[in-house]
């Protein structure tokens, strides 16, 4: 008897679950999305409170795991920059998201110490996991900006990381659900993002095709929004940034991923990488993402458009 040829999928979509290692709450929320098939991918924050208990649960459900690099919030890793170092404060936490980008207009932070600092970060996911991460990207999308980038890059070279994350979203400058605060700060992110592509580029670094994950988080995120942002991907096309093979086709598989955010809200108190958890992380929409991305008519409409989950090492 013959086996059913399965038919080539339009899309290799990775769903990366942000933040594993910030809290319990927040580890047991992405375990159950994975179990699931709602993420097929995670990202670990080393110096989040949880981080020892995420990696040890990667390992039990075998889930991909790649470093979500902080350089903004909590406590560095690396030991020689916990006392004083121009990444942190008179309290010895990061900037943070804000803090960190004015301390880099302002030219106070030296990128020899963003350079160790996400050295040590590697060899901490390494000690936790046992190997490189698949691919690494920045907390608050740090690794796109001005000077942190070169030095991204090379320290993904040197350490032969192939992947990271470029956040250019189809269809962003027009979403009208992103309230002006966010629409300002994402389209400098998007700026940032597009002027490290030839830094990426230069150093080998890839990524997928499409980026998405901005218009639909926390409550923008809905089967209907997840479908017209994989609507938008998918007639963009394979623009010409390094990526996978398209697996011999005549026409080009998209490669894609979708930055999610699932999980149970942080408890008061416990949580966060060393400040405590904050209020995202203790609102109802990271049990509103976990919700959507289990809704098996999400999981239906991947399947009716022909989307694959995978991870970054399937690509």
């Not at 980038?149 to 009208?176: K, M, N, W, Y």
């Amino acid at each position: 008897m013959r086996s059913a040829i399965m038919p080539q999928p339009r899309m290799m979509l990775v769903v990366t679950g942000d933040d594993f290692g910030y809290c319990p709450r927040r580890n047991q929320g992405i375990v159950d999305c994975f179990k699931s098939g709602g993420i097929s991918n995670v990202s670990l924050l080393v110096n989040g409170c949880a981080a020892k208990e995420a990696a040890d649960l990667a390992q039990r459900h075998n889930i991909p795991m790649g470093l979500h690099a902080n350089l903004s919030e909590g406590v560095p890793v690396c030991p020689s920059l916990q006392q004083a170092s121009t990444l942190t404060n008179q309290r010895g936490f990061f900037h943070g998201k804000t803090g960190f980008r004015q301390a880099l207009e302002g030219g106070q932070l030296s990128m020899k110490q963003v350079e160790l600092e996400l050295r040590a970060q590697v060899q901490l996911f390494r000690d936790l996991t046992g190997h490189l991460p698949h691919h690494m990207d920045g907390h608050q999308h740090v690794h796109v900006l001005p000077e942190v980038r070169e030095v991204f890059a090379l320290v993904l070279s040197d350490l032969h990381i192939p992947f990271t994350r470029v956040p250019l979203e189809p269809g962003l400058q027009g979403c009208p659900a992103l309230p002006a605060h966010l629409q300002r700060f994402y389209a400098q992110v998007e700026k940032d993002a597009r002027d490290s592509i030839p830094v990426f580029t230069r150093y080998g670094i890839r990524w997928p095709h499409v980026y998405l994950g901005l218009t639909t988080m926390g409550q923008n995120m809905s089967v209907p929004n997840l479908q017209r942002a994989l609507n938008q991907a998918l007639a963009a096309g394979p623009p010409g940034s390094p990526s996978s093979r398209s697996a011999g086709s005549h026409q080009p598989v998209v490669t894609a991923e979708l930055m999610v955010h699932p999980g149970y809200p942080s408890l008061p108190q416990e949580g966060g990488c060393g400040e405590g958890p904050d209020e995202f992380s203790q609102s109802a929409d990271r049990q509103h993402e976990l919700g959507v991305l289990r809704d098996p008519a999400l999981l239906a409409l991947y399947r009716r458009e022909g989307v694959q989950l995978c991870a970054f090492r399937h690509l």
